[in-house]
Structures are given as structure tokens and as C-alpha cells.
């Protein structure tokens, strides 16, 4: 099969290659493609050379699958129009909730890729992605009524230059000199930032509605969830504190068991100093971890739990490749 990733070049598209060659996937030709400003470069892959494209002369006709990691503008202008070419497998959140397009992690709603009225699946937030690995199998048992979410995002999920920003306020900061953000709201070094993306006219921002909204398509609607979404001087990695309250009564024994056994998730939970997992530690990991369950005794049938997973891997690269792999499967009968 012949696979394309268009924004090759990206955080989100190199970390695709990187999963790519780590899965083993059988490749007959690989079409890397970029803006105009990228194109030259050589990116390695499989011990060997490709010469990127340039995405506003590139065929599309060349690859069953083609990857967007570009970002929504570029989805917008370009992935409509590839469609009629080869599968899209859509990283931005362009087409998140158009109801003709399946919005699919595969540990979860695997299913959804059996209507594609577009030929476009779309991949969800980072953030969302890690959430409804860990909610699905205690839906599946207690039936979840109601989540309340507070995220600690990592600046890798803006892309290289809030990355880069980070580092160099960093820096400052420690030098004593001034600091003026340029992909922040505010300073992000040594800070918190309760600010992701831009606001709606009811006081949420589209991050935390990109939440309440895909949560509800991927895994069920009738899940109430509120989200305050919150920026944190981290570069890489998501951490989400989240409240759940079930239909049903549960035991903490019950909690560990099925999240021990659900795919792509693993319980790291000592109730002892360091005994959770933290951003630092599930960077470079497959794994959605689940720390720090308890019993909310304030509410009945309600429990509260610390999920962190690599945005970069687990939320964006590594689902879109899983879903490519379902594509695969579906089509190899």
C-alpha cells in the first residue's frame, strides 16, 4: 500500500513516521509532503532517504491513505478535494463533528469505519483521545452519567513554536529579563494559563467544547461532561484530573480491574510518594496511565482519577495510525 503524510514535516508528522516504522506496517511507497518552504528536505524513514513534496503540486492519486497533519486551514483547502483520490485520515479538527465523517479511536468506537460517505476519518483532540480510552470500559459497566474534566496541557499541543517559546521564556524568566509572549495569552513559563484556543460567547473556550462535543459523538451523547481546559509549562504530554459519576455502584477493585485489562490502558495507582505517573514519565509511551483513583465521597457512585498520555503519541500519531491500520484490515477483507 502506498501511504502520504501531508505536514511530513510537523511535530504531529514526524511523530506519525516515527510509529510508522515502529509498527512494522508494510509500505510499498511512502509520498511526504509539505509547503513550499519544506520542500528539499530529506526525512529518513526505514533507512531511507525521501525527498519531501510540495503539497500545492502534489497528486494524490499516488497513496491509498493519505495522512493530514497540517493543521485545519490546510484540511480545509485540500482534503475534500484529495478524497475523491485516496482515504483521508484528518489530524485537525476540521471535520471532527461533520456528521457525515466518522470521528474514530479505535480502542473505543473501532465501528465507526464502516460508513465513510466522505472517504474522511477524522482523528480527535489529543486531549479528548486519552479521556475516552480510560472511560470506555467503566461506561461499558457502570454507565457513566456525568464528567467533570480539568485538563494540564502540554505547550507540544500548539505545535514546534510554543515548544520553542517555552524554552526560551524559560530562560529569560530565570535571567531576570522581560518576557513577551508570542503563542501565549500570557507568560507560560513558571505559569498556568486557564486559556486554550479561543473563546465562545458562553465563556468556554473551543478546547473545552472540542471536548464535551467529540466525547459525546465518539462514545455516547447522553454523557453530560464540563471541561476547563489549562496550558502548563510542560513540552510534551497531557494530563487531565477527571470526576465521573456512574448510573451504577462500582468497587475501586472493579475500576482497577477493567482499566488493567482495557487496551491501551495501563493502572499505575500506590497510594505512596511517587506512586502516579506524571507527563514526564508517559512521554515516548504507547499507554494511557490511570492514577490516583478514588471514591468521591461527596457523591454517590462517583470516583475521581488522574489520566496522563502523550498528546503527540498516544492522542494525535499513534491513533491516526491505529485507525489506518483499521482502514487496512477492512479493506484486506
Given at each position: 500500500?502506498n501511504?502520504?503524510?501531508v505536514?511530513?514535516?510537523?511535530?504531529?508528522g514526524?511523530k506519525?513516521?516515527?510509529?510508522?516504522?515502529?509498527?512494522k506496517i508494510?509500505?510499498?511507497?511512502?509520498f511526504?509532503?509539505?509547503s513550499?518552504?519544506?520542500?528539499g528536505?530529506?526525512?529518513?524513514?526505514?533507512?531511507?532517504?525521501?525527498?519531501?513534496?510540495?503539497?500545492e503540486?502534489?497528486d494524490?492519486?499516488?497513496?491509498e491513505?493519505t495522512?493530514?497533519?497540517?493543521g485545519?486551514k490546510?484540511?480545509?483547502k485540500?482534503?475534500e478535494?484529495?478524497?475523491?483520490?485516496t482515504?483521508?485520515?484528518?489530524?485537525?479538527s476540521?471535520?471532527?463533528?461533520d456528521?457525515?465523517?466518522p470521528?474514530?479511536?479505535?480502542q473505543?468506537?473501532?465501528?465507526?469505519?464502516?460508513?465513510l460517505?466522505?472517504?474522511?476519518?477524522a482523528n480527535p483532540n489529543?486531549?479528548?483521545?486519552?479521556?475516552?480510552?480510560?472511560?470506555?470500559?467503566?461506561?461499558?459497566?457502570?454507565?457513566i452519567?456525568?464528567?467533570?474534566?480539568?485538563?494540564y496541557?502540554?505547550?507540544?499541543?500548539?505545535?514546534?513554536?510554543?515548544?520553542?517559546?517555552?524554552i526560551?521564556?524559560?530562560?529569560?524568566?530565570?535571567?531576570?529579563y522581560?518576557?513577551n509572549?508570542k503563542?501565549f495569552?500570557?507568560?507560560?513559563a513558571?505559569?498556568?494559563i486557564?486559556?486554550?484556543d479561543?473563546?465562545?460567547d458562553?465563556?468556554?473556550?473551543?478546547?473545552?467544547?472540542?471536548?464535551?462535543n467529540?466525547t459525546?459523538k465518539?462514545?455516547?451523547?447522553?454523557?453530560?461532561?464540563?471541561a476547563?481546559?489549562?496550558r502548563i509549562?510542560?513540552?510534551?504530554s497531557h494530563?487531565?484530573?477527571?470526576?465521573i459519576?456512574?448510573?451504577?455502584?462500582?468497587?475501586?477493585e472493579?475500576?482497577?480491574?477493567?482499566?488493567?485489562?482495557?487496551?491501551g490502558?495501563?493502572?499505575?495507582?500506590?497510594r505512596?510518594?511517587?506512586g502516579?505517573?506524571?507527563?514526564l514519565?508517559?512521554?515516548?509511551?504507547?499507554e494511557t496511565?490511570i492514577?490516583?483513583?478514588?471514591?468521591?465521597k461527596?457523591?454517590?457512585?462517583?470516583i475521581?482519577?488522574?489520566?496522563v498520555?502523550?498528546n503527540?503519541l498516544r492522542?494525535a500519531?499513534?491513533n491516526?495510525?491505529e485507525?489506518?491500520?483499521l482502514?487496512?484490515?477492512?479493506?484486506?477483507?
Open positions: 500500500m501511504i502520504a503524510i505536514g511530513a514535516t510537523g511535530n504531529v514526524r506519525m513516521l516515527e510509529v510508522l516504522e515502529q509498527k508494510l509500505i510499498d511507497k511512502l511526504l509532503v509539505a513550499s518552504r519544506s520542500v528536505q530529506k526525512i529518513n524513514f526505514n533507512g531511507k532517504e525521501h525527498e519531501v513534496y510540495n503539497l503540486t502534489y494524490f492519486s499516488k497513496a491513505i495522512f493530514f497533519a497540517a485545519g490546510i484540511s480545509e485540500y482534503a478535494k484529495a478524497s475523491k483520490h482515504t483521508i485520515i484528518d489530524n485537525s476540521f471535520f471532527r463533528m456528521k457525515d465523517v470521528l474514530i479511536v479505535p473505543v468506537n473501532p465501528e465507526a469505519i464502516n460508513v460517505k466522505k472517504n474522511i476519518i489529543c486531549s479528548t483521545a486519552q479521556l475516552v480510552i480510560a472511560l470506555k470500559p467503566l461506561h461499558d459497566e457502570f454507565n452519567k456525568r464528567v467533570v474534566i480539568s485538563t496541557q502540554s505547550v507540544s499541543g500548539g505545535g514546534k513554536a510554543p515548544m520553542d517559546e517555552l526560551e521564556q524559560t530562560k529569560l524568566s530565570l535571567d531576570k522581560k518576557i509572549s503563542n495569552t500570557k507568560q507560560i513558571f505559569n498556568a486557564p486559556h486554550i479561543v473563546f465562545a458562553d465563556g468556554y473556550t473551543k478546547e473545552e467544547l472540542k471536548m464535551v467529540e459525546k465518539i462514545l455516547d451523547d447522553t454523557i453530560e461532561l464540563t476547563t481546559c489549562v509549562p510542560v513540552l510534551v494530563a487531565e484530573s477527571v470526576n459519576e456512574f448510573e451504577k455502584p462500582f468497587s475501586l472493579k475500576i482497577h480491574s477493567l482499566l488493567n485489562v482495557a487496551e490502558c495501563e493502572v499505575y495507582d500506590k505512596e510518594d511517587g502516579y505517573i506524571t507527563p514519565e508517559a512521554e515516548g509511551k504507547n496511565y492514577s490516583r483513583i478514588r471514591e468521591d461527596t457523591k454517590k457512585n462517583t475521581n482519577m488522574w489520566i498520555s502523550d503527540l492522542g500519531a499513534l491516526s495510525v485507525i489506518a491500520e482502514l487496512i484490515k477492512k479493506n484486506n477483507g
